[in-house]
């Protein structure tokens, strides 16, 4: 299970923030895990601290140079068991089961780019490179904290309450069934029926059919890649129907 996350950055107060607060800073706290920010700046050997440089070949901005990453990397004496993950807009689309496999590791790097990335050498030291989503952000610190904040969630202890990140979305493979707490009634919006009745089993097979239905309905991706059970089968079977009966109902003749 993790117990250090550390980010190689030019920019430390980004992550500094973040483990101030909420679930990360609670963990911290009771020491669950740790957090480590190296300043790239603290690798260079000029006078000015340079971490960045112009582009071979031309072009806008400036490219984060590969010698103080590899340093600061080194200077970290990692164990075995660890993990430096580069965030990058060209990397694999980050998903839950990745955070699953990184929150088994002993520690974690992140190496954060600035500017326009780090110089494409760096991939041969990175064991895995990590894209958050087809958009460009600013810096690789928020990026490195979206996976954080997903990693941290999963290890053992941190969450109040231990079934809350195994219900989440995509842990079955499947997304989240609807949540709903007080008033019962809001504005005419009723909660459903089955919530308030008290009967477990019909509460978990209610919560089961909704994950269903709404997987099949946002991300029907995910349903071909789980094993559904015979009653699942079922299910989806009876949300067909449920849907098709839904359209009929509300078509104008
Ligand atoms: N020129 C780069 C490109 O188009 O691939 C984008 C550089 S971006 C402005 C600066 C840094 O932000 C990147 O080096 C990376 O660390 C981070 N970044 C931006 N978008 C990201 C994404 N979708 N996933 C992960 N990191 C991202």
Redesign the pocket.
Known sequence: MVKKLHYLTTFPEIIEAYFKYSIPGRAVNSGLVDFNIVNLRDFTTDKHRTTDDTPYGGGP?MV?KISPILSAIDALRLPQNSATI??????SL?QQDLLKELSEKDQLVF????????DERIDLYAHYA???????????????L?MSDGIIRLLKNVLGNESSAEQDSFSHGVLDYPQYTKPRIYDELEVPEVLCSGHHKNIMRYRRKESLKWTLLLRPDLLKKIKLSQEDIKMLKEIKIEIQTFIMDNIDE
């Open positions: 901005g984060m580069l965030l990058t807009p060209k990397g980050l190496l954060c780019g600035h500017y326009e990335g780090m990590v894209s958050i989503g087809d958009y460009v952000i600013g810096g690789g610190e928020i990026a490195s979206v």
